[in-house]
Structure formats: C-alpha cells, structure tokens
C-alpha cells in the first residue's frame, strides 16, 4: 500500500494550533523547538504522513495505538540533505493539552524532546531537562514505557504516561513513514 | 512563509498523452499549421481546465484521507502557495469528556470488600467512595476545580453514607512560577492527600499513617500560592481554617482511631476565629524521586474556652520509581498542646486528647509483569502508628496510659486494566488487634 | 518572560494582612469565659408577676403553702427539710405523693418523647406528665395533697384578693378576672416566664463551673471523683449524668432528661406504703403510656446540679444523704441486704417498691448496676467520698 501524500491540501486542524503566545504555560512554539532541535538546518519542509487502515493495524501489532491517521512531519534539511526530522503533538495529561515536540535523528533514535506547553497543576517537572534527557537516544527499540525504562514524576503518573505513550508512537509512525518512502 | 518543494509526479506527462490518445481522432483531418497552433490552444485551455478540477479534488479527498486511491494524485505547480503553518493532527478527545470548550468531568470510584479473618460475620462490601467533579478553564490563566463526594452509597438520616464537597477552588496563574488557588482545597501533606484516587495508591484500603495521623483526605479553606521552579523544586504555602478542639468527644472511640480526623472541620460552618499557617517543599529534580516534607500549625480552640491549644502537624515522605520498582515512605508527627488543661475536665472518660501522636510506613511494589495495557503490580507494605503516643500529666492516676503503637503488615497486589480501572487484593495483619486482621477485595476506577 | 512585578507587591500585602488576623487567633481575651455566666437582667412584667405569685402562700387552701414552700431558693428550689415527700393540703397535713424535686436548669427541658432509639426523654414531673413548665406550674394549685384548691375558679378568687392583683389587671387585662380559666393559663404562664427568666434558677456559678472556665482547679479529691464519676468502667455516671460541655460550648446540666428504673428500696416514712398492694409505678402510670409495661418503674433522671444542697434523694426520699445514696448505686447487687428487708426465711426481698412482673425492668446491664452477690462494688468507700467531694462542686454561688 502507497502513502499518500497529500502535497498541497492541509487537515484542517479544527482546534488549537500550537500557540505562539509567550505566557507562562506556552514555553516554546513549534518553530521555536524544531530550531533547538536541528541548529544547523537551513529549512524544514513539512510532509503530511497520512496513515491507511494497514499501517494503523501494524502499530496496533507493534503495542502503539495508533491514534490519528495525519501526522505532519518536518523534515530538517541543510543544502538538501536531510538531518532528521521534528513532529508536534498534543496528549491530554489528566485533564488539560500537553504540547510538545521531539526530534527524531536519522538513526530513527530520539534525538531531543521539548515541551511547548503545559496547565496541569501538577507535574511540572516534566518540563525539567532531567526527565526529558531520558528519551535521548530511545528509538523503536526500546521499550519506552513508564515503569520501564522511563521513569516516572510522583503525582503526575498520567501526564508523565500520556506523554510517554505519544512519543513512543510518534518514533514508531515516523520510522514507517521512512520505510514507505513518505519523507525522503 | 517558507515555501513547500513539491516533487511533480510524473502525472503531468501521463495526463498530456492520455488526453491527446484521446482527442487524437479529431486531429486525423487537418495538418496545416494555423490548425495545429488553435488546436494546440485549444488543449492547453482544456489542460488548464483539467488542472484546476483536479485540484479541487485533491483538497476534497485530503481531508480524512485514509484508503489509497489507484493513483497518486497530481501536484498543480501554478496554484498558489498553500498556508504553512502545519497544524498538528486534531487533538485526541479528552480522557474525561467534554462538557463544553473548557469544561472536563472528572471522577473516580472505590468498591471494597472486607472479611476479618477472625470474624467473619463482619465481612462488608461497600462503594467506599463514589466522586464525581468538574474542572472548568476559563482561560489558558484561570481555571475552577470541584470535587463531590458521596461515601458509603446511601446517604440520609437512616444510612450510613455521606455526600461532602471534598474541593472546591479556584487557580490562577499569575506568573511562570507562581500561581494562586483560593478556595476549599487538599492539604498538601505525605503522598496520598493530594493523590488520593484508588489507580494511585497500594492496597484497598489507604494506608494507616495517611489516614489516623494525616486524616485523609484532609481538605481547608483558605488561600495558598504554589511555586514550580525549574530545579525540580514546588513550594506550597498559605493560609486557611484549622481544626476545632471543642468537637473532641471524650465519650466515644473517634479520637483514639484518629486524633486530627475526629476534630476536622471540612469547612462545614467551620469555625474561623483560629486560623492555621501551613508549607510544603517537594523536590522532583531527578526522574524518579520525589522527596518532600510539610508543616501545619494553627490554634484549635476557637475562642470557645479561656484555654488555648495549637494543632501542629508535620510529615517528611519520599518516593523512587526506579524502573519497574516503587518504593515510598513517610514519617508524619502531630501535637497538641495545652493538653492538661484541656483534659482536666474530661479526666476518667475513655478517650482523652493525646499530646502527640505520629506513624511511619515503608512500601514496595514492583511491576512483575505487564502486557498491552495489563499490569500487575504486587507490593508490600510495612507500617506501624500511635494515635496516642503521650498524654500530657494529669497527676497520679488521673494520667491515661500512653497507647501500644499499633503495627501493621500489608501484603497484595494491584492489577491495572488499561489507564484508568484497577483491581486490588491484599491482606492486612495487625500487631495490637489481631481482631482486624483481614483480608480485602477492591475495584477502583479514575478518569 | 514576561511577569508583572505589581502582582508580588499585591499578594504579599495581602497575605502580611492575613499573617496578622491569624496571629490575632488567640485575642479574644475573657469574652469566652464569662459568655456561659448568664448575666441577670430585669424580669420582664410577666415574670416579675410570675415571682410573686411563685412566693405566694394565700393561694393554697392552707393560707401557708405557695410554689416556694416545697421549691426553697435556699436549697436550689427544692424542700429545706428531709421529708420524704412534702406535707400538703388544708391542714399541711397530708403527705405528698413523690419527692418535690428541685425546677433548676428546666428551662432547658423539652415536652415528652421518644428519641430514635425509643428512649423516653423529656417531660416535666419525675413522670414526664406535664409537656412544659406553664403545665406542669399549673398543677400544684389544685392537688389536693398540695396546695388543695378544690377549683381553678378557687385559685382566681383567692389571687382577686392579692396584693399585686392591680398589676395582674394591668399586664393581662382588666377582665381577666372574670374569666377564671383564661386568668389560670395567665398565672401559669407568668410562673414559666419566672423560672426561665431569672438567672437563680440556671446559675452555672458553681465552683465546677468556674473549673470549666478555666479559672481554676479542683482539689486533688474532687479531680478523684470527676475522674469516677467519668469513667464507663467505674462510676459511669455519666451515662445518664453529663459532666462535659457540648461541642457548642453548652455547659453540662448533669442531666440527660431520660428516664432510668433504679429499683430503690420501698420507703416505710410514706404511709400509703403501709398497703403493700400500692406501688408507684412512674411512667407506665400514665394513661398514654398503660400499654408500655416495660417503663413501669421508671422514673426521670434529675439535674445533679446543686445535689448537695439537697437533703432527700430519689422519687420517693428513701435516702436522706448523698452518700447513702452513692453507696446504694455500687452495692444495691453487691450487698442487697443493706438495702432491701429480708423475708421470714432470710431472703432478701429486692426490688421491694415494685411488683414481681416488672423486676425485670430494673437496669442490671449499665455500670454500675451490672454486679453480682458477692462481687466487689464498682466504688470503693473511699472512692464513694471522692465522688461526694466532686459533686459538692456542683452548687451553685461558688465564691472564692
């Protein structure tokens, strides 16, 4: 089965789009990370990986529930090579949106988390370089769970596991989206 | 605005020779110049055409675009330049659900089954807690948070059950790291106050030291400013009602099973004249570990008897998840003082008001195995308490004994089905009163 | 970030503003401790007019007997002799027909009832007869053992000829006279009015009373009895006599307001007991309560307070001192032979006041009631005295 690309047309996201305000929960942008992330890219093109029932069943088979079927994907580029790619992404902690982003190097490895923005009242500490370091270098191999080989912030169990489970899903749709070919 | 690359697909040039295949009967007559020029405008118009229908498509069909069509779709390099900004995909519906654009339902519920193993014609089942709350977000700032209680399923003058406000407050975020709540909220005190859900803690029942000493789920009024740093480090602080001596019934056995718990006010036409001073300092710096400690202190007469006497509550507690182990403690200590006074007209009643009284516990718990969204959790759980630790000094005979700390050992296993529900088993053994030995059942849920 | 640095300046305002209420947590200062003295204020016209008739002896068939006679203000409004049950009647001859209790602390004494575990509470008269004071003040006047009007009518004539009758006329009415009964349920109510009134009949100005204030100690012995008279393994007193303030902050009236059946000894001093086919039988004695066989023999529990200041004891005054009467409580099952006759064979006779069918009903499961022959009493002598020592606390127009 063929990715489809859907060059031109953009999912019309019915809500938020990542915020760019600078009040205390919005820490960074989607702009702001992916250039943390990839210093020495020139440009990021984005590609809208969009998943067919297929591929939703192998993430299923692979433990990660696919949750949405759209996923943009920039791809970092300098001079036209491609450096790795940025994906952002909102889970709900216990009640309220967390953002977030990660980086994924061309190893399929996580290269570097950042969190966009968080309202939970508790749990901040997920903003805190400790905990995201965890996830550097973490790739479909790993396991990638709490109470694993992440560990977890005591009195933010579901921030910490939504959050988790989001970037366990995102390195597995990106290395399928390699592997079909989508963002080259 | 940065512009997009799109590859163009080889489609154009199957598209040309598709069309002239198919228009190519028309051309067999004429072969003069002028005729191929209009005949050649003529296709480009048609192309145009074609081009822009095929667009429209495209857009039609991007929106859930799941099944793959037979062929991949055609870029047009002339339309114009399509928004950048690339939005992530819709957000995954809220785990609770949504009663309106900010409003989420909250709850969490506790069945539990006891049999005392030496007496089991007091085997109970009960829908120990059924809560239901809702947090409203009035902007990305300022947010209400409530929470309702109903204990023991049925509530009235002839049952055993109890509807209470167990929260009601309102938050907001006044700076990066500040933010103020006012209003009926958790103490922050040990580790089950604030995260008292059955998905939250081990065993069925909450554990002794976090219920006797710390009265869980212990809930005043007032205003506290709450401080997250970037080190890892939350501060908590304020101001609120405290406890009321007066409600102390020598008569009855609610004192000795807990001191703090039998005073409580939960801002039910709380008395107000004494208020209380509290603090909390949790660190989170490194994944894994929280260490953190409380203090509370506040008078507790309530201006009601000449005699003065301060509440004081502190605990210290700690907590490390490294990889499938979970491994917590606390220590928390009470006193009141004045205590003499207080109890010189409550002398030879059974249960006067202790001086002191404190409890410890440790926990285990590892993550034997898990599979999908199935975790199965046993642990252990050590924990010895005294409600009455000291008495303060009455004269001879007059004095009650100080009471045996009571020790007890929890063994069992938390079973997790998916994010939310939980399924517990554990069997409690008590050092002092072996009468109480049992064995539980539990069912919990949380969203 | 951006952050207002206004918002520190505000919040810390407010929170020193807070900090400083909090701190002022204990300045009440005595506001508390004197809250429970009821302050004496002027009787209004109808208790004022409710005194005097309460100290008005032309209003008894004798010329000699008015409410005060038997309720003397100089034993917390209960006799000043050790009858066993007061003399009444034209002659002041006849006996009453149960001891005349003190009408202290009433005012906080509700009509009659069954609570929610079927306990009777509440009634005036050691059988709950009379629902409030105004009922139960009415009766007397007409008791032919007592103040022996042989009419309501009777009453009214003799009060036209008081001396405060122009004042009668000018708080109820220039006819009131004329309306006997009306001009009754009058009388009635100014007597109520008078006991609930006047500071005298709820002092709390015991010494104890000052001990709950907090303005100082009890003795070493009187601390012993507090200390028995608490104790549910001991004296237990408590149990139909509360010693602790409420969580309100009410001061304890020593009274719960429930009946208890104590099953004391027949009193030879009231003649209607020379017929041994009489008995008092409390509250199964009323026509409401005839079915409930189960209360025969009970009797109200009365206020403590001022108990020392009293000289007769229990409904018929078999006891004419406190520490008989302590004593009868802790050796009534011990020693049944101290208290009851014995039979021709040497038996003892217990429960002797009341019919064989309703022994039963006597409490035998409450301590101190619950020993056995041969046992040894839940009070020591001793102890019996510490408890007397605490209860002497217990009298109203304690001074230092």
Redesign the interface.
């Known amino acids: 089965m063929r990715v489809v690309l859907a060059a031109s047309a953009i999912v019309a996201a019915a809500s938020a789009a990542v915020p760019t305000r600078?009040f205390?929960v919005d820490y960074l942008s989607a702009e702001q990370a992916a250039k943390l992330m990839f210093p020495d890219a020139d440009a990021f093109e984005t590609r809208q990986v969009a998943l067919d029932a297929a591929q939703l069943q192998q993430l299923d088979a692979q433990g990660t529930r696919g949750r949405s079927a759209n996923w943009p994907v920039r791809v970092a580029k300098r001079g036209g090579a491609t450096l790795g790619f940025v994906v952002t992404d909102g889970v709900i902690g216990k009640v309220e949106l967390i953002d977030y982003a990660v980086g994924i190097g061309l190893d399929g490895n996580i290269k570097q988390v950042e969190i966009l923005s968080y309202r939970e009242s508790h749990g901040f500490e997920i903003r805190l370089p400790a905990w995201r370091k965890q996830f550097v270098g973490k790739g479909n191999a790993s396991t990638l769970r709490i109470g694993d080989d992440i560990a977890n912030i005591s009195g933010a169990t579901l921030s910490c596991t939504h959050v988790t489970d989001g970037l366990r899903r995102i390195v597995a749709v990106v290395a399928l989206a390699r592997r079909a070919g989508a963002l080259a | 605005m940065r512009l997009i690359r799109h590859r163009s697909p080889p489609m154009k040039a199957l598209l040309a020779a598709s069309l002239a295949l198919a228009t190519s009967g028309v051309f067999a007559q004429t072969a003069t110049e002028a005729e191929l020029a209009r005949r050649l405008d003529q296709l480009a118009a048609e192309l145009a055409n074609v081009k822009a229908q095929l667009t429209q498509l495209q857009q039609k069909q991007a929106q859930p675009a799941a099944a793959a069509p037979a062929a991949p779709s055609s870029t047009p390099v002339a339309a114009a330049t399509p928004p950048v900004a690339a939005a992530p995909p819709a957000p995954p519906a809220y785990s609770g659900s949504l009663l309106g654009p900010g409003t989420v339902l909250t709850s969490y519920g506790e069945l539990n089954y006891n049999r005392p193993t030496r007496a089991n014609q007091n085997a109970t089942a009960d829908v120990r807690r059924f809560v239901l709350g809702y947090q409203h977000r009035f902007d990305e700032k300022t947010k209400v948070v409530t929470e309702l209680e109903i204990e023991h399923a049925v509530s009235s003058a002839d049952d055993p059950g109890e509807v209470e406000v167990e929260q009601a407050y309102v938050e907001r975020q006044?700076?990066?790291v500040w933010a103020?709540r006012a209003g009926l909220f958790l103490m922050p005190v040990g580790l089950l106050n604030e995260n008292h859900e059955p998905t939250a803690f081990y065993g069925v029942e909450r554990n002794f030291v976090e219920t006797a000493i710390i009265p869980s789920t212990w809930r005043e009024g007032g205003?506290q400013?709450i401080g997250n740093f970037d080190n890892g480090l939350m501060v908590q602080g304020g101001?609120t009602t405290g406890f009321d001596l007066?409600?102390w019934?020598?008569?009855s056995t609610e004192g000795r099973e807990s001191p703090l718990a039998s005073i409580h006010q939960e801002l039910a036409l709380a008395r107000a004249?004494?208020?209380?001073?509290f603090g909390a300092l949790n660190w989170r710096g490194v994944p894994g570990l929280l260490l953190g400690g409380s203090l509370f202190t506040?008078?507790a007469t309530q201006?009601?008897?000449?005699?003065?006497s301060r509440v004081t509550l502190w605990d210290l507690h700690a907590r490390w998840t490294p990889g499938r182990w979970d491994f917590s403690t606390v220590y928390s200590r009470g006193t009141i003082s004045n205590t003499a006074?207080l109890n010189?007209?409550?002398?030879?009643?059974?249960t006067l008001i202790p001086a002191s009284f404190d409890g410890f516990y440790v926990q285990g718990a590892y993550k034997l195995w898990s599979h999908e969204d199935y975790a199965l959790s046993p642990f252990v759980r050590w924990e010895q308490f005294n409600t009455a630790k000291s008495f303060a000094d009455?004269?001879p005979?007059?004095t009650p004994d100080a009471a045996r700390a009571e020790r007890v050992v929890t063994v069992g296993a938390n079973f997790q089905v998916s994010q939310g529900i939980v399924l517990k088993a554990d069997y409690q053994r008590f050092r002092e009163n072996a009468d109480l030995n049992r064995f539980n059942l539990g069912l919990g849920w949380s969203f | 970030?951006?952050?207002?640095k206004s918002?520190w300046k505000w919040?810390a305002g407010?929170?020193a503003a807070?900090?400083l209420?909090?701190g002022c947590?204990?300045g009440?200062g005595?506001?508390?401790?004197s809250a429970n003295v009821p302050v004496a204020v002027p009787l209004s016209a109808q208790a004022a007019l409710g005194e005097k008739i309460f100290n008005d002896v032309s209003l008894s068939a004798s010329g000699r007997q008015a409410c005060a006679s038997c309720h003397s203000p100089d034993s917390a409004h209960s006799p000043a002799n050790a009858l066993a049950v007061q003399l009444g009647g034209a002659l002041l001859d006849q006996q009453g027909r149960r001891q005349a209790p003190s009408v202290n602390y009433l005012s906080f004494n509700t009509a009659f009832f069954f609570d929610a575990d079927d306990t009777p509470t509440g009634g005036f008269f050691w059988d709950g007869r009379a629902a409030s004071l105004s009922e139960q003040a009415g009766e007397p006047f007409v008791n032919p053992f007592e103040m022996a009007n042989t009419s309501v009518a009777d009453v009214i004539d003799k009060l036209s000829r008081a001396s405060y009758v122009a004042e009668f006329k000018t708080v109820f009415g220039a006819d009131i006279l004329s309306r006997p009964d009306d001009a009754m349920a009058r009388v009635k109510l100014a007597l109520a009015q008078y006991q609930k009134e006047d500071t005298e009949f709820r002092g709390f100005s015991s010494k104890y009373d000052e001990?709950?204030?907090?303005?100082l100690?009890?003795t070493?012995q009187e601390?012993?009895g507090?200390?028995?008279?608490?104790?549910?393994t001991?004296?237990n007193c408590?149990g139909c006599h509360p010693?602790?303030?409420s969580?309100?902050?009410a001061f304890p009236l020593f009274t719960d307001f429930t009946y208890d059946n104590l099953g004391v000894p027949r009193n030879p001093a009231i003649a209607r007991n020379d017929d041994p086919s009489y008995y008092d039988l409390g509250l199964c004695e009323r026509a409401e309560l005839a079915s409930r066989t189960d209360l025969c023999g009970a009797f109200k529990v009365p206020s403590l307070r001022n108990v020392a200041k009293r000289h007769v004891f229990f409904h018929n005054g078999r006891f004419t001192s406190l520490k008989d009467a302590i004593t009868f409580y802790v050796q009534r099952d011990t020693n049944p032979e101290k208290w009851y006759p014995l039979n021709a064979d040497g038996s003892v006779r217990k429960f002797d006041d009341l019919p064989v069918q309703y022994h039963a009903n006597v409490n035998t499961v409450e301590v101190p009631y619950n020993r056995l022959l041969g046992d040894a009493p839940a009070l020591s002598d001793a102890e019996v005295d510490d408890v007397i020592a605490f209860l002497q606390t217990l009298s109203d127009g304690y001074s230092h």
């Not at chain 2, 201006?303 to 003065?308: G, M, P």
């Not at chain 3, 507090?226 to 549910?232: G, K, S, V």
């Open positions: 600078a205390a | 006044v700076t990066p103020l205003v400013v101001i007066n409600k019934d020598a008569t004249h004494d208020l209380a001073v506040g008078q201006a009601q008897t000449s005699e003065k006074a010189a007209a409550l002398v030879g009643n059974p009455l004269g005979g007059l | 970030m951006l952050f207002r918002w919040g407010i929170a807070i900090a209420l909090a947590g204990g009440g005595d506001s508390a401790a001990f709950l204030r907090g303005n100690t009890l070493d601390m012993r507090l200390a028995l008279f608490n104790n549910p001991k004296g408590i010693s602790g303030k969580a309100d902050g």
